[in-house]
């Protein structure tokens, strides 16, 4: 289980990711050694998952970003099934949550204008199997990214 | 916008993967010496391609057993409760990431809690109570994947 000193560990290091070893445990008042220590054991449990570089896809030309909001033919029982496998071979769609809710799944689609989006949405979007009703939000601005967990 | 050859796609890739892999390591699974590895690194981070790193944490272990997205729609308009909106709620530990969207809803808000009661909690005691907030509708997450995204 976490201690104190943990959390404490873990909230500083979400807030600055890239920061070294020796910042992170002087911002959170333990010794390098232990920080490494801690760090270690929370990596070796699992605990800590990774620590992964963040893609900005507008410095990569990506200008759009769309949710898509799918609900699914329930009569099939396959279809979530199919319907995922189909949407992971579309490297456009950068996220895939499914919900307990109004829809049935979310798939964050981006593209590189509303030429290349419009192209997706009926060459790689439509022919997804299984789709009862989709509906597109698009991606305006965003206002808070960090994904922090109130620790 | 720069252009990235099949080399810093891999790199990248990696990076996405875990980003605390040194030169050294990256290095060797591309075939590059330590410094030219580097070098493109420096490069995806100061060209901002890479906008900075995240820890990827064990939500249920962590004592987060529920996402929600929220739809949230905006009762009153007016530049601002717009602004006093955004603030009010990005200033909420448990909301994640707001999203500024058009179509149904204005709002997407990512929300992290313990459990379902802990759920009700926040969306009664602090998202509607927040200025200017009108229908609400909520997703509870129950997997999510996040993809590689086109890099190759």
Same mark, same amino acid.
């Given at each position: 289980?976490?201690?104190?000193?943990?959390?404490?560990?873990?909230?500083?290091?979400?807030?600055?990711? @890239?920061?070294?070893? @020796?910042?992170?445990?002087?911002?959170?008042?333990?010794?390098? @050694?232990?920080?490494?220590?801690?760090?270690?054991?929370?990596?070796?449990?699992?605990?800590?998952?990774?620590?992964?570089? &963040?893609?900005?896809?507008?410095?990569?030309?990506?200008?759009?970003?769309?949710?898509?909001?799918?609900?699914?033919?329930?009569?099939? =029982?396959?279809?979530?099934?199919?319907?995922?496998?189909? @949407?992971?071979? &579309? =490297?456009?769609?950068?996220?895939?949550?499914?919900?307990?809710?109004? &829809?049935?799944?979310?798939?964050?689609?981006?593209?590189?204008?509303?030429?290349?989006?419009?192209?997706?949405?009926?060459?790689?979007?439509?022919?997804? =199997?299984?789709?009862?009703?989709?509906?597109?939000?698009?991606?305006?601005?965003?206002?808070?990214?960090?994904?922090?967990? =109130?620790? | /916008?720069?252009?990235?050859? +099949? #080399? $810093?796609?891999?790199?990248?890739?990696?990076?996405?993967?875990?980003? +605390?892999?040194?030169?050294? %390591?990256?290095?060797?699974?591309?075939?590059?010496?330590?410094?030219? %590895?580097?070098?493109?690194?420096?490069?995806?981070?100061?060209?901002?391609?890479?906008?900075?790193?995240?820890?990827?944490? $064990?939500?249920?272990?962590?004592?987060?057993?529920? +996402?929600?997205?929220? *739809?949230?729609?905006?009762? %009153?308009?007016?530049?601002?409760?717009?602004?006093?909106?955004?603030?009010?709620?990005?200033?909420?530990?448990? !909301?994640? +990431?707001?999203?500024?969207?058009? *179509?149904?809803? $204005?709002?997407?808000?990512?929300?992290?809690?313990? $459990?379902?009661?802990?759920?009700?909690?926040?969306?009664?005691?602090?998202? /509607? /109570?927040?200025?200017?907030? *009108?229908?609400?509708?909520?997703? !509870?997450?129950?997997?999510?994947?996040?993809?590689?995204?086109? #890099? *190759?």
């Amino acid at each position: 289980m976490l201690d104190d000193i943990d959390r404490r560990i873990l909230r500083h290091y979400q807030h600055d990711a @890239a920061q070294p070893v @020796a910042d992170l445990a002087e911002a959170a008042g333990v010794t390098p @050694a232990t920080c490494a220590r801690r760090l270690d054991r929370m990596k070796g449990s699992g605990i800590i998952r990774a620590n992964r570089a &963040v893609i900005d896809w507008r410095a990569l030309g990506y200008e759009v970003e769309v949710s898509l909001r799918v609900t699914l033919e329930k009569s099939e =029982p396959r279809a979530f099934d199919e319907f995922l496998a189909a @949407a992971r071979e &579309v =490297p456009e769609v950068v996220e895939i949550q499914t919900f307990l809710g109004r &829809v049935d799944l979310r798939l964050s689609v981006i593209a590189r204008d509303m030429g290349h989006y419009q192209e997706l949405y009926r060459t790689a979007i439509l022919s997804l =199997p299984h789709i009862a009703d989709i509906e597109g939000l698009m991606h305006v601005a965003r206002i808070k990214t960090d994904e922090i967990l =109130p620790l | /916008m720069i252009e990235l050859d +099949t #080399i $810093d796609r891999r790199l990248l890739r990696e990076l996405v993967h875990d980003a +605390t892999q040194p030169a050294s %390591t990256l290095g060797r699974k591309l075939g590059l010496s330590q410094p030219a %590895t580097w070098r493109r690194i420096r490069r995806l981070y100061d060209s901002g391609v890479i906008k900075g790193q995240r820890l990827d944490l $064990d939500h249920d272990r962590l004592g987060f057993g529920v +996402t929600v997205f929220l *739809g949230v729609k905006l009762a %009153t308009k007016g530049r601002v409760s717009i602004d006093d909106f955004e603030r009010a709620v990005s200033a909420i530990p448990e !909301v994640q +990431t707001v999203e500024h969207i058009l *179509g149904l809803y $204005d709002y997407r808000l990512r929300v992290v809690a313990r $459990d379902i009661s802990d759920f009700e909690r926040v969306l009664r005691r602090r998202i /509607m /109570m927040l200025p200017g907030v *009108g229908d609400v509708e909520a997703n !509870v997450i129950l997997s999510e994947e996040r993809r590689p995204g086109p #890099i *190759g």
